[in-house]
């Protein structure tokens, strides 16, 4: 529809990515001979049953834990739920205190908005300028009645990685448990449970070229979390409902795809991205990259344009074919200007002019070429409409 | 090069097939749809009607596939916000009844939709009203009566600029309402019932008195007189934002005859209450101008005045007293006149201008 669909550049891999075409080949045998319910006595649902628990054991094993260990639940959103509304039922008794951060992704955010009217306390800490949670705030925060700490491994919007390291020395030094939002990180970056001490994980699979209405979480042994979904036996009683055989099948697929070019793709998109962040910083005026430079997701570029509607520069990337984002996918549409942007002290106006590009292996340096040029050519063009943008100028000229 | 034009899109039937002509007629159609307000508990509410939420937004979009144009959704929430709900709290504050309407025409839809349009390339934007838009003889552009009268909606439209104008398309104008559902049906539209909408979409409760106490705080008004003209109290009233002029019912006061409100004075906190004979007047002032199908307002002129929504107007003779300030007297005494309210002038049914009424 747009006038360059022809070639269509895809940059909006943080809020889906394509579907690996191997991953694809893997399900369609789940929906075609061994459509076989995993739950049932005769050989048809072995099959299935057999599918499961290997797409269970490759994804324990790709972050240091049990097979026992790993739900599978309908995508990353229903994990953070699970995560934080079990956790807080379940250790109730000892406390109500949850912590969390202010750039947390909403699953997170208005499900702590949920516990908060059922009568829990949330800490919303602070992060730093460049998005990364302040350690003191952190420890400073934890009470005799915290229960829960939930800090998101990588941001969606800037891309931001967490120490998550340091994070779970601090969970575990007060013997609070430790949750994370893994859906950016999973797959995309190396991590050990045991050695960061987390105790959930939720993770989602179309974030790495899975099938999308499918994602886990992973809670250690010994977590007294209870059942999310009633009705089944299925994950163990505590996640009802007959499983999703072929996107778990699809999963397991993207997951060992995911890991078995760990290295090679980060090298990759890292080029993209910072050939990106050069080139948009050396080409436009007035910008200003957000998130850390070098703490950050390899396929993640987030800039701010001063004087101009991120609305409007999205709609006319579209127009030219480019799909960016200007923040978190999940809004339905409108955009307001981003709790993330807001939250490591962008004002409101420049929050409003961001811009989010997130990159995949597969894309390549012509395309990255092909739209900062189209960038700076409507960049320059909102400006010279923005009153803002004159006011601007003619004041740096007196 | 085809023309490109922005459609603000409803999902319902007169924007739909607003852009369903525009497309026949050949101009390069994109559909918008605008989001100005929300509140999730009102979301449910919203469903069963109202015109700019999410549900809109679904609507608007299975037309917008089917007629196969780009579709996008626009956040105009913040200048909603300033140049509608706060001035609708502070018009009512200073004891006059606003029409938000107006001033989401002039504001938000078109100020800030043109200008955000034009930023994407389009050089016009198109809206489904049943009014016509005219180049007069003299070369202004003015909003007129549509072929159809049953639905009057340029009264609302009075205060858009000749810009605004100039860069606007109103293809369902020039057809009647029933010839629009038909177009609808035979094109195949998926066009989403909707009831009309309710009269102010961001109160959909319709309680605009608990509104305005909830928004205003500790400004909001408290309890005082109603007197009569001459200031005798006749009891206690809820706050003044809880009347407006003309208004009998819900006063109560015993009086033994049907009284009504026949000013608001915000400095006393008092609603002065008078007979029948007192809501009538044979003049009105208004400021805060716009000059429509007329430059510039000289001598007297003898037009049509619509003092409401919904009014049938009544013919007066306008003259300028002041730089912003028009006189209006009319043949007959006209029933509430109401400040806050806009008064539209037409000739030839045509809008002239209008201000807001003093």
Redesign the interface.
């Known amino acids: ?2 006038e360059g669909m022809r070639d269509l550049i895809y940059l909006d891999n943080a809020a889906t990515t394509k579907t690996a075409p191997e991953v694809v080949e893997a399900m369609l045998p789940y929906f075609t001979e061994n459509y076989g319910n995993p739950s049932s006595i005769y050989s048809l649902g072995s099959a299935a049953k057999k599918a499961v628990m290997e797409s269970r054991e490759y994804i324990a094993s790709t972050i240091g834990a049990k097979n026992n260990e790993i739900y599978f639940t309908g995508g990353g959103s229903e994990a953070d739920n699970w995560a934080l509304i079990a956790t807080a039922e379940a250790y109730a008794s000892r406390g109500r205190h949850i912590i969390t951060s202010k750039i947390e992704h909403h699953a997170i955010l208005h499900t702590c908005e949920y516990l908060e009217s059922k009568g829990y306390e949330i800490t919303y800490i602070d992060v730093d300028e460049n998005g990364i949670v302040k350690l003191d705030d952190l420890k400073a925060a934890i009470r005799q009645d915290t229960i829960l700490i939930s800090i998101m491994f990588a941001n969606n919007e800037i891309g931001t990685i967490q120490p998550m390291k340091e994070i779970g020395k601090i969970a575990k030094e007060h013997d609070v448990l430790l949750h994370t939002d893994a859906v950016q990180a999973y797959a995309h970056l190396p991590i050990d449970v045991d050695e960061m001490n987390i105790d959930m994980l939720s993770a989602s699979g179309h974030k790495f070229q899975g099938p999308k209405g499918i994602g886990f979480l992973y809670i250690r042994t010994g977590i007294k979390i209870r059942s999310f979904l009633h009705g089944g036996q299925q994950e163990r009683g505590r996640r009802a409902g007959t499983e999703n055989v072929p996107g778990i099948v699809g999963m397991g697929k993207a997951a060992q795809l995911a890991f078995s070019h760990l290295e090679e793709r980060e090298e990759k998109e890292k080029e993209l991205r910072d050939y990106l962040i050069k080139k948009i910083g050396e080409e436009i005026p007035y910008c200003r990259l957000n998130g850390d430079r070098e703490k950050r997701l390899s396929n993640n570029v987030n800039y701010s344009f001063r004087f101009i ?1 991120g ?2 520069l999205l ?2 990337l ?2 030219k074919g480019i799909c960016g984002s200007s923040g978190s996918a999940c809004t ?5 200007p981003s709790h993330v942007l807001l939250a490591i002290g962008l004002p409101h106006e420049i929050a409003h002019g961001s811009l989010r590009l997130t990159v995949n292996w597969e894309n390549t340096l012509e395309e990255m070429d092909r739209t900062v040029e189209t960038i700076k050519e409507i960049v320059e ?2 400006r010279a ?1 923005s009153p803002l943008y004159e006011d601007y100028i003619a004041r740096k000229g007196q | 090069m085809k023309k490109k034009v922005v459609v603000g899109m409803s999902g319902g039937v007169d924007s739909s097939v607003a852009a369903y002509l525009l497309k026949e007629q050949g101009y390069e159609v994109i559909g918008v749809t605008m ?1 100005i307000w ?1 509140d999730e508990q009102e979301l449910e509410k919203e469903e069963n009607g109202g015109c700019c939420g ?1 549900s809109a ?1 679904e609507d608007a979009r299975r037309v917008a596939q089917y007629l ?3 579709y ?4 105009f ?1 913040e200048e909603f916000r300033e140049k509608v709900m706060n001035y609708f709290v502070e018009e009512y504050l200073h004891g006059r009844t606003p029409n938000p309407c107006i001033a989401c025409n002039r504001y938000v839809k078109w100020e800030s939709l043109l ?2 349009s ?4 389009a050089d016009y934007i198109a809206t489904g009203h049943y009014a016509r838009i005219r180049q007069l003889p003299g070369g202004r552009y003015a909003i007129c009566k549509s072929a159809t009268d049953q639905k009057d909606q340029t009264y609302a439209l009075y205060n858009l600029t000749q810009y605004q104008l100039a860069h606007t398309l109103m293809p369902v104008g020039e057809y009647r309402k029933e010839e629009i559902r038909g177009l609808a049906e035979r094109a195949g539209l998926p066009v989403a019932q909707k009831p009309d909408s309710q009269e102010i979409c961001f109160i959909p409760d319709n309680d605009y008195a608990g509104f305005i106490d909830r928004e205003a705080g500790e400004r909001a008004p408290g309890p005082g007189d109603f007197v009569t003209s001459s200031g005798e109290i006749l009891g206690r009233h809820k706050g003044i934002t809880h009347y407006t002029v003309g208004q009998r019912k819900g006063l109560q006061l015993s009086m033994g005859h049907p009284v009504f409100v026949t000013r608001i004075c915000p400095d006393t906190n008092e609603v002065v209450i008078g007979e029948g004979e007192d809501v009538f007047s044979d003049e009105l002032f208004c400021d805060r101008i716009n000059y429509m199908g007329m430059e510039d307002l000289q001598g007297t002129k003898r037009v049509l005045a619509k003092i409401r929504y919904g009014h049938k107007g009544a013919y007066g003779a306008i003259e300028k007293v002041g730089e912003d300030r028009i006189r209006c007297r009319f043949e007959e005494p006209v029933r509430a006149v109401t400040p806050g309210q806009a008064v539209v002038f037409y000739e030839n049914e045509c809008v002239l201008g209008g201000g807001t009424i003093l």
């Open positions: 529809m747009s509607e609305e409007s709609i006319m579209d127009r339905s549409g409108s955009l307001d063009r909102l409409m | 989001q929300q999410l937004v196969q144009i780009p996008y959704v626009m956040n929430k200008q955000r034009i930023a994407i390339g």
